[in-house]
């Protein structure tokens, strides 16, 4: 990549989103986990300033109609278009985009940012872990029916991108127990290995998305930082941060151990994901810190074998083939 812009830990999304507003104008982005406190809402709030349409997403229409006004009150020009979506119900991915699809609007970028709360075993509706359903299964299909939609905004010098906000801590996992992912054995549940392994599987989707499509999609992961959002608050996941040493006795950040980011400093690397042009020839790779950092991946999560694996493993579970005909998604 060239020397500038440059980007850092300390970069915010407003930062890159100035730096990159020449390529936010006139796309179209849609944003999953926009709540407020949140790195998705400053994500979206960022791109909003610039793009054409920002479309943000929750299962909670209350919560989301704050997000909106919130955006709104502070980019008044803002175009931005609301989605109830329920990642972890496939029959509600189905649903939400039945609907969304209607729009003849092509979408430019997907960033998958919403995930589930690290805390105590807990199954979706469909049967599988929590974490793994609505961090990867949830993401996955949603990707599968836009794919079309965002086919459909390529044009001879753009190529539409799909992003997904992984983490560094993919690291302390062990990778993809493939014997679990269907059949979760409730006594061996660990709340952190299950946030590492989904965190792995977002990592090594954009991996094999950006292979199995042969150029149509772009796809990258990143590690936003360690951040202070509405998700490390949650009663639910208190304790187990409590219990990697994030969090102090008080709830609040442990800063002696861990160097954290604000939450604008936090979606920085996805904007950068979203739309920085010297990404255009590295499809598949992680960032962090607002650059690349593929060598940093773990072993376990970077193996193509693997990352065919476990493409295969989740069509078989959302019951649909995610495929490419010359560059064309397949439904």
């Given at each position: 990549m060239s020397a500038s812009p440059t980007f850092s830990f300390a970069s915010t999304a407003d930062d890159v989103a100035t730096a990159f507003a020449a390529e936010i104008r006139g796309k179209n982005v849609l944003v999953t986990g926009t709540s407020l406190n949140g790195i998705?809402?400053?994500t979206a709030l960022a791109i909003a300033k610039h793009a054409s349409l920002v479309t943000i997403t929750g299962y909670n229409a209350d919560r989301l109609k704050l997000t909106a006004e919130a955006i709104k009150k502070a980019v008044p020009a803002a175009n931005i278009r609301r989605m109830i979506l329920d990642l972890s119900s496939l029959a509600a991915i189905r649903q939400a985009t039945d609907d969304f699809n209607a729009d003849p609007r092509p979408i430019h970028v997907l960033i998958h940012n919403a995930a589930a709360a690290i805390g105590p075993f807990k199954l979706t509706v469909d049967?599988?872990?929590n974490q793994f359903g609505t961090d990867h299964v949830g993401p996955f299909l949603l990707t599968k029916?836009?794919?079309?939609?965002?086919?459909?905004?390529?044009?001879?010098?753009?190529?539409?991108?799909?992003?997904f906000v992984a983490s560094a801590a993919h690291a302390f996992g062990t990778g993809i127990d493939f014997a679990s992912l269907e059949h979760q054995d409730v006594t061996k549940y660990n709340p952190s290995l299950a946030y590492f392994q989904a965190k792995s599987a977002n990592i090594l989707t954009a991996i094999?998305?950006?292979?199995?499509?042969?150029?149509?999609?772009?796809?990258?992961?990143?590690?936003?930082?360690?951040?202070?959002?509405?998700?490390?608050?949650?009663?639910?996941?208190?304790t187990e941060l409590q219990?990697?040493?994030?969090?102090?006795?008080?709830?609040?950040?442990?800063?002696?151990?861990?160097?954290?980011?604000?939450?604008?400093?936090?979606?920085a690397t996805t904007v950068v994901a979203a739309f920085d042009p010297r990404l255009n020839d590295k499809p598949g790779a992680y960032l962090n810190d607002g650059a690349v950092a593929t060598e940093s991946v773990a072993p376990h999560s970077s193996d193509p074998v693997v990352a065919e694996k476990l493409w295969a493993v989740t069509e078989k579970i959302i019951g649909e083939d995610f495929e490419f005909n010359s560059g064309v998604a397949l439904l």
């Open positions: 998705g809402y400053e049967g599988l872990e029916l836009l794919a079309p939609k965002l086919i459909a905004a390529t044009t001879p010098s753009y190529t539409p991108r799909v992003i094999e998305l950006s292979k199995r499509s042969k150029g149509a999609i772009n796809a990258y992961s990143l590690h936003p930082g360690v951040i202070f959002t509405n998700m490390t608050q949650k009663e639910e996941s208190v219990a990697l040493g994030m969090l102090g006795p008080d709830g609040q950040p442990n800063r002696e151990k861990f160097e954290w980011k604000t939450i604008a400093q936090g979606a």
